[in-house]
C-alpha cells in the first residue's frame, strides 16, 4: 500500500497520530478533503493495515508506575519467553530481536522492589541486564511513508 499513498493520506495519517480522537468532519477540513472522501480514506487505511488501531496515551507515573526500565533478556527458548511476558502484566512491550540478546522489554513497576521482583522471573529463564529509563527524548514519535530523498548518506562518505 505504500506506494498507493498519496499526499492526502499521508496528512490523514500525520493529523491522526497527532491526535486520533478527531471527528472525520473536522479530520476533512485539516486535510481539506470533504468527511465523506476522507472517511472512506480513512477506512481503506484501516482495511489495508497502515492503521492498525486507536489508543490512549497513558501517563504511566500518574497511575503509580515510578520506574520503567529496559530489560535485555539473553537467548531463551522462544515459547517459555512468550509465555512468561503474558503473564507479566509490568511488560509494556516486548521485542524478540537480533543481537547478542534475544529480547528487549519495556517494563513497568512501582519502586526497586517491585522492579527486582519482576527482573526476577526473568532471570529464572537466562541472563538478563536492565536499565531504568531515566527520561524520555522521543516517545510515541508520528510516522509516515519514508521518502528515499529524505535518506542523506553518512556524514563524510562521499560517492564514488
Same mark, same amino acid.
Given at each position: 500500500? /505504500?506506494?498507493?499513498?498519496? @499526499? ?10 497527532? !491526535?486520533?480522537?478527531? *471527528? ?5 477540513? &485539516?486535510?481539506?478533503? *470533504?468527511?465523506?472522501?476522507? %472517511? ?14 486507536? &489508543? ?18 539473553? #537467548? ?12 507479566? $502484566?509490568?511488560?509494556? /512491550?516486548?521485542? /524478540?530481536? %537480533?543481537? =547478542?540478546?534475544?529480547?528487549?522489554? =519495556? ?12 527482573? *526476577? #522471573?526473568?532471570?529464572?529463564? %537466562?541472563?538478563?541486564? %536492565?536499565?531504568?529509563?531515566? /527520561?524520555? @527524548? ?6 509516515? $511513508? $519514508? &521518502? &528515499?530523498? !529524505?535518506?542523506? $548518506?553518512?556524514?563524510?562518505? #562521499?560517492?564514488?
Amino acid at each position: 500500500m /505504500n506506494s498507493e499513498l498519496d @499526499a492526502y493520506d499521508t496528512r490523514i495519517l500525520a493529523e491522526l497520530q497527532a !491526535d486520533a480522537r478527531l *471527528s472525520m468532519a473536522e479530520l476533512g477540513r &485539516r486535510v481539506h478533503l *470533504s468527511q465523506p472522501a476522507v %472517511t472512506e480514506r480513512v477506512r481503506k487505511l484501516e482495511g489495508a493495515g497502515v492503521i492498525t488501531g486507536y &489508543r490512549a496515551s497513558v501517563d504511566l507515573s500518574k497511575l503509580g508506575y515510578g520506574i520503567r526500565a529496559l530489560v535485555r533478556v539473553g #537467548r531463551a527458548e522462544y515459547a517459555r519467553v512468550v509465555k512468561l511476558v503474558s503473564q507479566t $502484566p509490568e511488560v509494556v /512491550n516486548a521485542f /524478540n530481536v %537480533t543481537g =547478542e540478546d534475544s529480547w528487549i522489554l =519495556e517494563i513497568a513497576v512501582i519502586d526497586v522492589p517491585h522492579l527486582d521482583a519482576v527482573v *526476577s #522471573r526473568f532471570c529464572l529463564l %537466562t541472563e538478563t541486564s %536492565t536499565a531504568i529509563i531515566l /527520561n524520555v @527524548a522521543r516517545e510515541h514519535h508520528a510516522m509516515l $511513508p $519514508p &521518502r &528515499r530523498e !529524505d535518506v542523506k $548518506p553518512p556524514v563524510g562518505r #562521499r560517492k564514488a
